[in-house]
């Protein structure tokens, strides 16, 4: 081993000729670290996507089931055991026109749950047309507070970039 400050042979801890340490010897290198392995964004995000598209179109499909048979039942005079001689309490006397409110309610709850359940599918399987049909819904859902909105702004920031579409695409089953 050579002293690193005069250049002299060193044959123990210290140099005999100016005293300086002596340099331990570097420590052996096994291998290099592996880089991570890149995961792209979309391929990252695009199951989580299809499950929580999945899961809000059984929330969309309950609720609007619910509300549904709540504005028939609204409909009906005696509604809550006839709380008021004349329907409803004093500032509904009839809600006839809520009966076939409930039937717009419930198609409309079936369309939109439809469309977050193909919504969900197409992601989940890879389908061309996943990516445009869960932008579209993922618009229509941000009205509907606050699992919606949540919803469609993940969708939005996951899906809707450029690179995005380029990454969905190279990754789509066009089986």
Known sequence: MVCQACGSPIAGAFCSRCGAPAAPPPAPIYGVPQPMMFVPRVQRHLQTLGILWCVYGAYRAAAGIFAALFLMGMSRPGFMGGWHSNGFGPFMPHALWMGPLAGLVAVVTCIMAALAFATGFSLMTRKPWGRTLAIV???????KIPFGTGLGIYTLWALAPAASG???DAIADHS
């Open 166 to 168: 380029a990454e969905y």
């Open 137 to 143: 819904v993922a618009i229509l859902a941000l009205i």
